[in-house]
T-cell receptor
Framework: EAGVTQSPTHLIKTRGQQATLRCSPI?????VYWYQQALGLGLQFLLW???????NRGNFPPRFSGRQFPNYSSELNVNALELEDSALYLC??????????????FGPGTRLTVT | GDSVTQMEGPVTLSEEAFLTINCTYT??????LFWYVQYPGEGLQLLLK?????DKGSNKGFEATYRKETTSFHLEKGSVQVSDSAVYFC???????????FGPGTRLSVLP
């Protein structure tokens, strides 16, 4: 069974440009989560989509947005890029949106560098 | 709101030493608890999980027991290897499945 996939692996943009990151969940998973992992350890929650709807949003400005497609894949868009947006962006998928264990399965991430 | 607290790192151990990484949580309802591991340059992998009080999750020699009375889920391994060097994240799924929360992570370095 294929795991969560993300593309591209690396992305280099200049300040002010827009970046689009893509994620395909594990087959059958309906929930997709996006996290930002800047230099250091912590994961900062960005967005949660389930069944095509945005269910929750972390403490990020509106220039971070996304969507989930009918096939449950997802896209994260970052507009007006700033240097501090440079980070590893991780996508995770989950089968359960409520109840049960609900563990998340992570993709390898997209490394975004803003120059 | 729900939260997870982990011991500060980095943790540096010699090979074959005993490992404990402390994790405590605050949550409403009855959360599920997880440990994830992130090896250098990779995404996060689920290491183990526990869904109810007194459950013990185990994998690759690592264990953690869900202690409701102390709201803890400490990670242990009896004999660490150099290959265990990674960042370890404690996490919970609480709020009746609506809220996935990660701790800040603990970096472990195992020296030969």
């Amino acid at each position: 069974e294929a795991g969560v996939t993300q593309s591209p692996t690396h992305l280099i943009k200049t300040r002010g440009q827009q970046a689009t990151l893509r994620c395909s969940p594990i087959s059958g998973h309906t929930s997709v989560y996006w996290y930002q992992q800047a230099l250091g350890l912590g994961l900062q929650f960005l967005l949660w989509y389930d069944e095509g709807e945005e269910r929750n949003r972390g403490n990020f400005p509106p220039r971070f947005s996304g969507r989930q497609f009918p096939n449950y894949s997802s896209e994260l868009n970052v507009n007006a890029l700033e240097l501090e947006d440079s980070a590893l962006y991780l996508c995770a998928s989950s089968l359960v949106a409520s109840g049960g264990a609900g563990e998340q399965y992570f993709g390898p991430g997209t490394r975004l560098t803003v120059t | 709101g729900d939260s997870v607290t982990q011991m500060e790192g980095p943790v540096t151990l010699s090979e074959e030493a005993f490992l404990t990484i402390n994790c405590t949580y605050t949550a409403t309802g009855y959360p599920s608890l997880f440990w994830y591991v992130q090896y250098p340059g990779e995404g996060l992998q689920l290491l183990l999980k526990a869904t109810k009080a007194d459950d013990k999750g185990s994998n690759k020699g690592f264990e953690a027991t869900y202690r409701k009375e102390t709201t803890s889920f400490h990670l242990e391994k009896g004999s660490v290897q150099v290959s265990d060097s990674a960042v370890y994240f404690c996490a919970l799924l609480g709020g009746y499945g609506q809220n996935f929360v990660f701790g800040p992570g603990t970096r472990l370095s195992v020296l030969p």
